[in-house]
């Protein structure tokens, strides 16, 4: 099991960059994919990015080219860059870990390990 707590949430304005931080505490980090998820009110969850154990990334298409993923396998530590800030990234972003196939990582039912959520709010 990983412990996972989430930081950097905040109102920003539209354009705007804002960097979150996921802490990892418990097994093994390091052989875990870690990936972020979000969840605006009404919707379901949907996935955002995720970086697997080789550090190869994946991206939700309405992410891709504005944020990025990486990741610190000493510190334990997982963040995500989120630039150019739109009112549609307006959510509570989770931080997840879990072992999923490649065909599903993108489902967040693969992953066993959630943090509690940071709220990011985009609006002028």
């Known amino acids: 099991q990983v412990q996972l707590v989430e930081s950097g949430g905040g109102l920003v304005q539209p354009g705007d960059s804002l960097r979150l931080s996921c802490a990892a505490s418990?097994?093994?980090?390091?052989?875990?994919?870690a990936g972020w998820f979000r969840q605006a009110p009404g919707k379901e969850r949907e996935f955002v990015a995720v970086?697997?154990?080789?550090?190869?990334?994946h991206y939700a298409d309405s992410v891709k080219g504005r944020f990025t993923i990486s990741r610190d396998n000493v510190k334990n530590t997982v963040s995500l860059q989120m630039d150019t800030l739109k009112p549609e990234d307006t959510a509570v972003y989770f931080c997840?870990?879990?072992?999923?196939?490649?065909?599903?990582?993108?489902?967040?039912?693969?992953?066993?390990?959630w943090g509690q959520g940071t709220q990011v709010t985009v609006s002028s």
């Open positions: 997840a870990a879990g072992r999923p196939i490649l065909s599903a990582i993108r489902d967040p039912n693969m992953y066993a390990n």
């Open positions: 970086i697997r154990a080789t550090k190869t990334t």
């Open positions: 418990g097994s093994t980090f390091s052989g875990y994919a």
